[in-house]
C-alpha cells in the first residue's frame, strides 16, 4: 500500500509536466473573448517569452507556453484556452507544416512598443484603435505633431494614425461645422501649434509631419492608418511644395491648376486620384467610395477577406487572420477605396467586388509596411460626430476589430527572407 500511494504521488507531481504549453483557439465556436485574446498574447511577449501564431489553424489561434499566471491571466480576462501536452502541441505543428494544408507557425519574438498620433485634447468623436488596444488591455503611448518634428518616433516600432487630416482643411468639416464650438476651437489650436512649432501655416507644418512619418516607415516602421488618415496622408505627399488649401483654411488661394501639380510618386498608396476642390463638401478626393456607394444597402454591405498562401505569403496571411472570412461593413469619412486609384504594388487583403471597392490593403515603403483601412468604426455602421462610443464589452468576437488587432501583432513576428 505505501509503495502504491508514492507511485501515485508521483504520478501526481509529474503530471503538469505533460501539460506545457497553452492553446489559445481564436475559432468562431470556442474563444469567448476574441479581443482579449489579443492582449493576453501580448502580455505574454513582453514577459520575454515567445508565442507561436498559428495561421489558419482555428482561427489562427495561439500557441503559448504553460504556466499558472499565463492560465489565471486567461481567468481574469474571460479568455478560453485548452492546456495541451507536449505531444499535443508537436502533433498540431506537425499538422500545419504539411505542404498539403495551407497554414503555418509563425514565432512572435518581442511586444512591439506601440504609439498612437492622437491630438491632445478630447475629439467629438472615438478612435477604433485607442478603443481596440484599450479593451484588450495593450499599453500604449499617445503622441502628436510635437514629438513627431522631435524625431521621437524611432523609439516605437508601431504607429497608428487616429482620424487626422494631414492637408491642412480641418477635416473638410467646415461646410456642415464651421460655427461649432469644436471646430472653431480645434482649428485655432492647430494654428497655435503651428506657429509655434514655427510655421505659417496649418498645412505646411502637417506636410512636414507627413514627410516624418513617411520617413519612419522607409526606415523600418510599421504604420497603420484608418479613415481620413489613409487617403489625406496621400494626399500630403503628393502635395508636397504645391497649396491646395482654400482661404479660409490657410488665408490665401489655392495654387491655381494644382491638381496637374500633384506628384502620385511621393505617395504610399494611391495614385491617379482627383482632390475635391469644394471647401463645402465633406469629401477629399476621388480615392473614397462613400458617395459611390449607393448600390450597397446596409443589410448586404460586407466586405471579404483575401486568401492568402500561409507558407509563402504569411505577411498578408497574418493580417488576415480571422474566424471568419465575411466582414461587416462599416461607414466613415473615407470608407473605403476605389480599386482603379491603388498602385500595383499595393496588396489589397479585403474588398467588396460589388462596389468595386478595396476596404483593406497592406504595402510595403522601403524597409517597413503600411496598413490602410477604410471605415470608421467596424461595430457602428455610420458614426456621426458627436455619438456615443462603441462598448466592445458588447462585441467581444468582432472580426472588424481583429483585423485592427492583427496589425498590431504583425510586428512582433520573427522576420525571415521573403519567398518570390
Given amino acids: 500500500m505505501r509503495r502504491y500511494c508514492i507511485l501515485l504521488f508521483l504520478l501526481f507531481i509529474g503530471f503538469p509536466v505533460l501539460a506545457s504549453s497553452i492553446l489559445i483557439p481564436m475559432d ?42 499565463i492560465r489565471k491571466e486567461c481567468q481574469i480576462r474571460g479568455v478560453s484556452f485548452e492546456v495541451i501536452s507536449d505531444d ?14 495551407n497554414q503555418d507557425a509563425v514565432i512572435l519574438e518581442k511586444a512591439p512598443k506601440i504609439a498612437v498620433y492622437s491630438p491632445k485634447g478630447n475629439q467629438p468623436w472615438d478612435d477604433a484603435v485607442t478603443m481596440a488596444l484599450t479593451y484588450a488591455e495593450i499599453p500604449y503611448v499617445t503622441l502628436y505633431d510635437e514629438e513627431v518634428l522631435s524625431d521621437k518616433l524611432a523609439l516605437y516600432d508601431w504607429l497608428h494614425l487616429h482620424h487626422e487630416d494631414f492637408t491642412g482643411q480641418y477635416g473638410k468639416f ?43 516607415v522607409i526606415g523600418g516602421g510599421f504604420m497603420f492608418a484608418m479613415c481620413s488618415a489613409t487617403d489625406s496622408f496621400d494626399i500630403a505627399l503628393a502635395a508636397n511644395g504645391v497649396d491646395i488649401c482654400e482661404p479660409m483654411f490657410d488665408g490665401d ?43 450597397v444597402p446596409k443589410e448586404s454591405d460586407y466586405f471579404s477577406l483575401m486568401d492568402f498562401s ?106 525571415k527572407k521573403q519567398k518570390t
Fill in 88 to 101: 499535443q502541441a508537436n502533433s498540431i505543428l506537425v499538422e500545419i507544416s504539411s505542404p498539403a494544408r
Fill in 253 to 295: 488661394a489655392s495654387d491655381p491648376n494644382y491638381q496637374s501639380q500633384l506628384d502620385y510618386g511621393k505617395t504610399f498608396a494611391f495614385q491617379d486620384f482627383i482632390l475635391e476642390r469644394n471647401p463645402l463638401q465633406y469629401e477629399f478626393s476621388s480615392i473614397d467610395m462613400t458617395s459611390k456607394r449607393g448600390n
Fill in 174 to 216: 467646415y461646410g456642415s461645422y464651421r460655427a461649432t464650438p469644436w471646430y472653431i476651437e480645434g482649428k485655432n489650436e492647430a494654428e497655435r501649434l503651428a506657429r509655434k512649432m514655427g510655421y505659417s501655416k496649418v498645412s505646411e507644418e502637417k506636410r512636414d509631419v507627413a514627410l516624418k512619418i513617411r520617413n519612419y
Fill in 310 to 415: 500561409a507558407k509563402w505569403d504569411p505577411v498578408p496571411t497574418m493580417l488576415c487572420q480571422n474566424h471568419t472570412s465575411l466582414v461587416k461593413g462599416f461607414m466613415g469619412q473615407t470608407t473605403a477605396f476605389n480599386r482603379s486609384q491603388i498602385k500595383p504594388t499595393v496588396m489589397v487583403l479585403g474588398e467588396n467586388k460589388l462596389n468595386e471597392e478595396a476596404r483593406y490593403i497592406h504595402g510595403i515603403k522601403g524597409k517597413g509596411f503600411f496598413t490602410f483601412y477604410g471605415g470608421h468604426d467596424p461595430e457602428d455602421y455610420q458614426h456621426r460626430v458627436g455619438d456615443p462610443k462603441t462598448e466592445l464589452e458588447l462585441h467581444p468576437a468582432s472580426p472588424g476589430y481583429r483585423l485592427i488587432l492583427n496589425n498590431v501583432l504583425f510586428p512582433a513576428a520573427r522576420k
Fill in 28 to 69: 468562431a465556436e470556442t474563444q469567448k473573448n476574441h479581443l482579449k485574446a489579443y492582449g493576453i498574447t501580448f502580455w505574454v511577449l513582453s514577459k520575454q517569452q515567445k508565442v507561436q501564431w498559428l495561421l489558419n489553424y482555428r482561427g489562427g489561434s495561439f500557441l503559448l507556453p504553460d504556466g499558472e499566471s
